[in-house]
């Protein structure tokens, strides 16, 4: 829907109408680039795979990079067009990805179930991200990580793209720090600003946060 198809009284902070505008930008193809997001990729490396649990997951581009490096991976968003999107290229790709529909303000993980879970982009308010993060941080299997990749504070500054929007942007050092007054167990194992190119060059700049929960 386009803004000037938008009914009166149309309120975009509304979750429902919140999703169709998620709905709306996957429905446009793959906003999300070729390939999986490079800090991501670094952050995994040297992981042995597991279950992998993706929230947010938009359009699968990162899923479909987990399932084909040989995690048994499963894809959460609120999308169905982005879900829908993401199937296909599972299938094009020739791997297995479990989706499912669900709004993250309502649906929790079940705790202590995944050896990685992943969170990529999820741009939200500090409220909203007090809601999400800790059940992700609770969903964390003894021995399993949590993986948080975000636009860093300092991109819409000195990076490129993402919200402009500050209060919806992070470092890792805060989101480690959030989570860890929920969960002192935790150990912060990466909390990093992540540049693609050295100042002055433009590119985004990511937060990468890897939390693992020690075996008891
Ligand atoms: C910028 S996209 C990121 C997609 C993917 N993680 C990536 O990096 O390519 C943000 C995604 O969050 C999803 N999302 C936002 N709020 C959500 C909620 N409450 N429940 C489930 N998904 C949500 C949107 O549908 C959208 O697909």
């Given amino acids: 829907m ?46 042995a ?34 879900l829908a999107n993401g199937r296909a290229k599972a299938d094009e790709a020739a791997v297995e990805v479990e989706w499912l529909e669900r709004d993250l303000f309502v649906w929790a993980p079940p705790p202590r179930s995944v050896d990685l879970v992943v969170i990529v982009y999820l741009h939200v308010p500090p409220n909203e991200r007090a809601v999400i993060y800790p059940h992700a941080a609770a969903a964390v ?17 000195e990076g490129e793209g993402g919200p402009q929007d500050t209060a919806r942007l992070f470092t890792a050092d805060e989101i480690a720090a959030e989570l860890l007054v929920v969960d002192p167990t935790l150990v912060i194992e990466r909390s990093e600003v ?15 946060l890897i939390l693992r929960r020690p075996q008891p």
């Fill in 194 to 208: 992540v540049r693609r190119i050295p100042p002055p060059g433009r590119a985004p700049i990511d937060s990468l």
């Fill in 49 to 82: 795979p597991g279950s992998a649990l993706e929230l947010a997951a938009g359009s699968g581009t990162n899923a479909v990079w987990l399932a084909s490096q040989g995690w048994r991976t499963t894809a959460v968003d609120w999308s169905p067009v982005g």
């Fill in 2 to 47: 386009h803004d000037n198809e938008r009914p009166a009284g149309w309120d975009e902070r509304h979750p429902d109408n919140r999703r169709l505008g998620w709905d709306e930008r996957h429905s446009h193809g793959d906003f999300e680039g070729d390939g999986p997001n490079p800090t991501l990729v670094a952050g995994v490396a040297g992981l």
């Fill in 141 to 157: 299997a003894p021995g399993g990580r949590l993986l948080i990749v975000g636009h860093d504070k300092l991109n819409a500054t």
